[in-house]
């Protein structure tokens, strides 16, 4: 799980965690295309409206759904799968809040231009949305250290915040989760929107590696 | 650890089948090829025949994806004893340079070939693949260009899908659709990355070129659902624009209500008999639902 502290000078601090599931799938859907840039959106459970000048109630990151792999930057299937999640979020109280990607470089961690086309696009419906960009040079099967970067849109710019183990909130689960399943070979089993673009019954909503998870509690 | 041909019950013969068919399939499933080739040359290395060879390389490439330098330098070096002069060898062997990120030697084995042979398009395409990866995106696309002007050759036009996402050149990658899709007319995978490039760029005029590949698309297979999806996003959003007439309006809604059975059609066919696949189809026809409400 990680937590995301926003504005804190601001005395406005809303935090977003994220469960074991959300950070494993999001890494297990990098390793499972090593060559190709992967991309994915985040998902957090609605809460009720904030009250003025209180600190927000936290935002629990609960899932991630993992969408393309190779060409990020066509715009018709991710249209398609933004107003399907979407949907699809509505029905289970869920909001889309994050958009998470790879880059296809190793030593390249810096949102792009279509990271920052559908983050702004999010930010419509969900202001404190966040890109978080995978350090891919980083990514090994151990995980003994957090390897994503978190951006937050701080005046017209994206702005990146140190990630440390203390913002996650039992790391050592997460770590140790994800790291039996990068072993295991988990990602082959990985489905993205892509992967059910190709056939309709690979199913988003990955509830293999779902239940993976639970097991690995 | 139990070998492939206990795991999957499979027998030699099988395993060297299924190299091929990934071969054929360009599949880029390196981890699957490394389990299976290298157990294959291995254990069953004498009875394939020339078949080795070519294995070697397809086991060597995968090799190199999946930094299993010690395999990939083996299978060099059966090739390169028994084709000591060959440049598609010395190719490979630029490859694994590339791989150990020691580019200016690779560049060094690609320009030998391209003196010997300056027509060697797979020497000229890993040079600018190694632009691509060391992050020199303009220089990448500016060898791309000069060599698009002046050889015709599919090869590099496949690459072209890759253009939007790197180089931010939707015209560019547009172009070598255009080019890839009159050589290869019965593609439909073409008209369809041709539709969505179209798609991306914008405008009126566009999105009704983009509808019309989708449909093309799907006329060349039915079961495209990319195509079907971009019809029905393309035909919607023509439909809803202030600048379309009338007629032009109705004929979109039309295509539109098509596609959206045929999507609907498409979600229950699949989601026959599963709990899980059942949210889909609802999630589907909810959001079909909320964007005919928006073009009327």
């Known amino acids: ?217 | 650890m139990a070998s492939v041909s206990e795991l999957y019950d499979v027998g030699w013969e099988e395993m060297r089948d299924k190299l091929r068919k990934w071969r054929e399939d360009n599949c880029r499933n390196s981890e699957q090829i490394v389990d299976v080739g290298e157990e294959l040359i291995s254990e069953h290395g004498s009875k394939l025949g020339d078949d080795i060879w070519i294995i070697y390389e397809q086991v060597m490439i995968a090799a190199l994806d999946c930094s299993r330098d010690d395999l990939a330098l083996t299978c060099l070096q059966e090739l390169r004893k028994q084709f000591p002069d060959s440049h598609r060898v010395k190719r490979l062997s630029g490859m694994r340079l590339e791989a150990l990120e020691r580019y200016d030697e690779a560049n060094k084995h690609y320009d030998a070939i391209l003196q010997d042979d300056p027509t060697n398009t797979a020497a000229r395409k890993r040079k600018i693949s190694i632009l691509k990866a060391q992050g020199k995106s303009a220089e990448a696309i500016r060898e791309l260009n000069e060599y698009l002007e002046h050889e015709a050759v599919s090869v590099l036009y496949q690459s072209a899908p890759c253009f939007p996402c790197d180089f931010h050149s939707y015209g560019k990658a547009a172009f070598c659709l255009e080019e890839l899709m009159m050589t290869n007319p019965h593609n439909h995978l073409y008209c369809e990355q041709y539709a969505e490039v179209k798609y991306t760029q914008g405008g009126l005029e566009n999105l009704e070129l983009s509808r019309k590949y989708f449909a093309q698309a799907l006329r060349l297979n039915n079961r495209n659902m990319r195509a079907l999806f971009g019809l029905y996003m393309s035909a919607s959003h023509i439909a809803a624009s202030p600048k379309v007439g009338a007629k032009v309006k109705k004929d979109n809604m039309k295509y539109a209500a098509w596609a959206a059975t045929q999507i609907n059609r498409a979600y229950k066919l699949a989601g026959r008999g599963t709990k899980e696949n059942k949210c889909s189809v609802k999630a589907v026809e909810e959001m079909l639902e909320s964007m005919q409400i928006t073009m009327s």
């Open chain 1, 1 to 217: 799980m990680f937590l995301l502290y926003m504005n804190l000078l601001e005395g406005v601090a809303s935090a977003v965690y994220s469960r074991k599931k959300a950070y494993c799938k999001m890494l297990l859907h990098a390793a499972k295309y090593p060559h190709c840039a992967v991309n994915g959106l985040l998902v957090a459970e609605k809460v009720k409206e904030k009250k003025k000048d209180s600190h927000s109630a936290p935002i629990l990151c609960v899932d991630c759904v993992p969408l393309f792999h190779g060409t990020l930057a066509l715009a018709p299937m991710l249209e398609v799968a933004l107003t399907l999640i979407d949907t699809w979020c509505k029905e289970n109280r869920y909001v889309i809040a994050g958009y998470y990607q790879a880059n296809e470089r190793t030593k390249d961690f810096r949102p792009n231009q279509v990271a920052e086309k559908v983050a702004a696009r999010i930010s419509e419906n969900f202001s404190e949305a966040a890109i978080v960009m995978v350090d891919n040079s980083r990514l090994t099967m151990s995980c003994f250290e957090p390897i994503v970067l978190i951006y937050d849109h701080h005046e017209n710019k994206w702005k990146s915040r140190d990630v440390n183990t203390d913002c996650f909130e039992d790391w050592l689960e997460a770590q140790k989760i994800t790291s039996a399943l990068l072993e295991g070979r988990s990602y082959e089993n990985l489905i993205d929107f892509d992967n059910h673009l190709d056939d309709l019954r690979n199913d988003w909503t990955n509830p293999v590696i779902n239940k993976s998870v639970l097991d690995l509690c």
